[in-house]
């Protein structure tokens, strides 16, 4: 697949409003300061494609990427770090709860964590989550550039430690200003997002 050729298709603010004519997709997930836009940036190799705030968790909608015709790139809202009201951070809860529970073309979920403070309370809760529904997970541990390469190992390994014995479940470094693991990603995209005739 080729992922620089990925646009903006539209920006759902509920569940609802979510396309109608999506045959696979991945959504990407995370806490607000985690990095998902840069990610999606970098894998996409375009600089603005998703657009990355100065003030971590301002995108309250379900951003939507066709990469190809019915197959998209889901970047959903930052959770945990937003300044806004209560009932604007529930609303914004329930709706990302319908996706994920609801979204029937829904093929892999992309969990990204700061390396330097991983696997937090909500990141616990999507794995939970994605293990329960049997959803593929890939967890990407962001900001790698940030730790020197021993460390960054050491929080590697005892991630896949913890998470070891979970099925479908995948661990990996990232860093989309070194643009450190960009391959394996892009490779585990196409797999997933790929119609199964073209697996054959």
Not at 10 to 29: H, Q, R, Y
Not at 50 to 70: D, H, M, W, Y
Not at 123 to 151: C, E, F, H, V, Y
């Amino acid at each position: 697949m080729n992922f620089q050729e990925t646009r903006f298709a539209i920006s759902a603010a509920k569940f609802t409003d979510c396309p109608t004519d999506s045959l696979s997709e991945v959504a990407f997930a995370g806490r607000s300061n985690a990095g998902k836009s840069s990610a999606i940036n970098t894998l996409t190799d375009q600089s603005n494609l998703a657009r990355i705030s100065k003030t971590p968790g301002r995108t309250q909608l379900i951003n939507f990427f066709t990469v190809e015709p019915g197959r998209y790139l889901v970047d959903l809202p930052g959770y945990g770090y937003a300044k806004v009201p209560l009932a604007v951070k529930n609303k914004w809860q329930f709706e990302l709860e319908q996706y994920l529970r609801k979204r029937q073309s829904l093929v892999g979920l992309v969990l990204l964590s700061d390396v330097r403070h991983p696997l937090k309370d909500f990141d616990r809760m999507m794995i939970d989550w994605a293990t329960q529904s049997n959803l593929p997970l890939l967890l990407l541990l962001t900001k790698s550039d940030k730790l020197k390469k021993g460390p960054a190992q050491n929080t590697l390994l005892a991630a896949k430690k913890e998470l070891g014995e979970l099925p479908d479940v995948n661990v990996q470094l990232f860093s989309s200003l070194k643009k450190t693991g960009i391959k394996p990603v892009l490779s585990t995209l196409s797999d997933w997002l790929s119609p199964t005739e073209s697996k054959i």
